[in-house]
Structure formats: structure tokens, C-alpha cells
């Protein structure tokens, strides 16, 4: 296989094979093979989303330890990082969100634990969205979700949501593959545009796997696709696994732009860093309050970064930033 040949093929709009997004991944990070990759995606992107970058923002309204388990999690019970419960009431909500609208985030997410009441969760959103511009976007990340309570995530007047199948879900987390797959699709089927990533890349994972994971995320055409790798929660079993570098990083979130259909506008990358925006992301999130990343309950004093130092890396990497509300989340109204 050669390298041209891969490039001039999605050049031309085709989907690569998985032994083609597997031939990527396996050069070195730092070749010049990658960096062709790099700035092949960084051309796609720019092209299927106008140029402009995308800056999310997303606020927790629960901090409570979590049964579920995924040892990537700083909320997992078995981490024993936080071992007390505190929830937003609707006025904090209220005052995140409209800090966040202010400061310019083209989608608002809404984030629990798995376990946080539904219907609180509903109660929460029908204050925050009462209280934002019609037009601000607004995306749910919750747990896995029937139909029934994805058409009143809809209803409530969310886009979309935030959904993914980790890596190695069923082994390093105790949820079902194929109930997280059925939520995206129940998702897909309220109308809700879903967005999704490659999530959380470690050392230990192949570049089969993760070609499996981003021709998976190609599959559902989701509003954005992407790489994120994972952050070590001091003193776990995953952390002493070690972490990958914001290089490779880069690479992975390159080849996922490479596997995506161009009907994919979005592709994002997390913690946000320069490398990754040369490399083809165009979405970043700004974070506050409890970060399933972070040991601190208020990540804005951690490892959060805010909407204007997203925006600042976008800058740095040479991307304008969209203003206004996000395209990746409303395809059909932005065509
Ligand atoms: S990732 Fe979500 S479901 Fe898993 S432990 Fe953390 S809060 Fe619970």
C-alpha cells in the first residue's frame, strides 16, 4: 500500500477501508508520513465545515460517585477519587449556561452521572432552556436512554446529544456494547443529532481497534467524530498504563477525519492543544464544574479549559472560529 494512493483516494470523497485507516495508524507519529495525514485532514476539515472551528461548553449537574464503574472515570466508585454527592439546583444551571451563551460556546451541553433522575434531568433543562436565546444549541450527555425518554430529551428542546461506545466498553466499564449502541440509535431515531469520538485512547489500545471504533462512529453519520485520549486518574489501574502523547493524538484524530464521510462536519479532539487543530479538529469543549477527567469538583480550577482559551488554540492553529450557534449540531438547517 502506499501512502499516495490512500490520500488521493479520500482526496476524491471515498471512505477508507479498515486496512487503510490501519495502514495510517501505523506510522510513527512523527513521520513525515503522519504530518501528510495531518495536513490532509486539517484540508477536509476546513473544507466541510467552511473554515470555521467550533468551541462547545460543557457543565455537569451532578458530582456523585458512580457504580458504573468505567476505570477511565474520575466518578467511578471504584476510583474512589469522590465519595460525596452534590447536584446543581436550577439557579446555578441557569447561571452556567447563560455565562456560557455569553461567552460565545456554538453548543451548551447539560452532563450527569448515569444514575442522576431523568426526569430531574428534564425539570433542570426546561429552566436552562426557558432562560437561553431560542437559537443557542443545547446537547445532552446522559446515560443510555430508551426511545421513549430520547423523544423527551427532543421534546425538551435539546438538538442533540453527546454518545459514544468506549474503547474496550464491557471491559474496562461494566455497560453493554449493544445497549450503548441501541441508545445512539434510539437517539438517531428521536431526532436528535448525536455526536460521538474515538474515546478515551490509551497506550494499550491497536490500531485495529481503534480503525474498528472510528469505521463504527462513520457508521450512524454523527454530527462530529474524533479522538480523545484518556487522562490518568491518579493511583488507578488504567493510569499506570500510562498516557498517549498530543502527537499521537493528532495522528488518530487525522485518520478519523480520513474515515469519515463528508456528510461529517465535525471532528474534535480532547484536552484541546494545537496539535490536534493542525491535524483536522474543528471542535474543542470549554468545561466547567465536575469533569469526569479531573480530580478537582471544579475543573475550571483543574484541567478545564474556558470558551476563550479554546478559542485562543484555534487561533494559534490557524482556524477562525464560527460565531453563532453550531453547524455540526444543525446540518439540516445550515444546508
Ligand atoms: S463515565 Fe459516566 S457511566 Fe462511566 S463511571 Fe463515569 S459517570 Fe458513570
Known sequence: MKIDDVLNKTGSGELLSRDEMVFLLDFPSDSIGTYMVMAEANRISKEVSQGKAEVHAQFALNLAPCSCDCLFCSFAEVNGVFTASTALSSDQAVAYARQFEKDGANALFLMSTAHYPFERFLEISGEVRKNLKPETTLIANVGDQSIKSALKLKDAGFSGVYHAVRLREGIDTTLDVGRRRQSIANFREAGLEVGTCVEPVGPEHTNEELADMIAFTASFNP?????????????????????????????IVAVTRLGMPRSVLGNCTHEPCTLGAIAGANLFWAEVGANPRDVEAKTEEGRGESVISCRSVFQESNWEVLRGPSRFYNRASSR
Open 223 to 251: 454530527a462530529y467524530s474524533g479522538a480523545a485520549r484518556r487522562i490518568p486518574i491518579p493511583g488507578t489501574r488504567l493510569a499506570a498504563l500510562g498516557i498517549i502523547s498530543e502527537l499521537r493524538m493528532a495522528q
